[in-house]
């Protein structure tokens, strides 16, 4: 597609549930980013993908965040147990290249997540 | 002129006016930085970059000043617009393979 595309755009979800965010990069795009943006606050990092490869996970907060891109493109980002610290908007951006930041990211509009 | 808000600081300006947004990074070692626009319920989108080997760069409207003796960066918007109000964040690479650390974020709100 034209832009990097997730969703949902909204999810409520109940303390405790398990919830499954999906991003749909720029089609070729070979990095993959997952970012966390609480209210008010900039964009924090969680983790990185090339292509399949889950290069760096070291911003996931705990065991309880997961993410997967088993083709190399689609990438989904899994919350266990949700708790209400992780009410925030999660933000998915890809890039050409295969360097962390040798272009600008192109980021999707996120998913906003509120746990109730 | 700049207030804190709850969370963001916010800069005021007329329409038409110049605005100028400020960032101090946090590591001397950054050698790429980028500012990012971002509207009400939209992802960042990229305005402008520069590389630690420049002090300046220009786009259509915008220019980054990079300040490395202090480490601090700014964005000048010329004649600004209503278009313009967002929030505008900087970002820099931390050197090395790393990803792109966020600033906190300033409002800008252009009064017409």
């Known amino acids: 597609g034209a832009g990097v595309s997730q969703s949902p755009r909204y999810k409520v979800a109940k303390r405790g549930q398990d919830v499954a965010l999906r991003c749909d990069p720029i089609?070729?795009?070979?990095?993959l980013f997952w970012y966390q943006q609480a209210l008010g606050q900039g964009p924090e990092f969680l983790t990185y993908?090339?292509?399949?490869?889950?290069?760096?996970k070291s911003g996931l907060p705990s065991d309880r965040f997961f993410a997967e891109r088993p083709e190399g493109s689609v990438s989904t980002l899994k919350i266990q147990r949700t708790q209400q610290e992780d009410s925030a908007v999660y933000l998915c951006?890809?890039?050409?290249?295969?360097?962390?930041?040798?272009?600008?990211?192109?980021f999707g509009s996120g998913t906003r997540l509120t746990v109730v | 002129g700049e207030s804190v808000g709850l969370h963001l600081p916010t800069l005021s300006v007329q329409e038409g006016d110049n605005s100028i947004i400020n960032c101090a990074y946090s590591?001397?070692?950054?050698?790429?930085f980028i500012w990012y626009k971002q509207e009400s319920g939209k992802g960042p989108q990229f305005i402008i970059d520069i590389r630690s080997n420049m002090d300046k760069r220009q786009g259509q409207r915008v220019t980054v000043l990079l300040n490395k003796t202090v480490k601090h960066l700014s964005l000048q918007i010329a004649a600004t617009q209503p278009g313009d109000s967002a929030v505008y964040f900087c970002?820099?690479?931390?050197?090395?393979?790393?990803?792109?650390?966020f600033g906190k974020g300033t409002r800008l709100s252009v009064i017409a």
């Open positions: 951006a890809s890039s050409p290249g295969r360097e962390y930041t040798n272009y600008g990211y192109t």
């Open positions: 089609s070729g795009h070979v990095s």
């Open positions: 590591n001397s070692a950054s050698d790429y």
């Open positions: 993908f090339q292509n399949e490869a889950q290069l760096d």
């Open positions: 970002a820099e690479n931390i050197g090395g393979n790393t990803p792109l650390v």
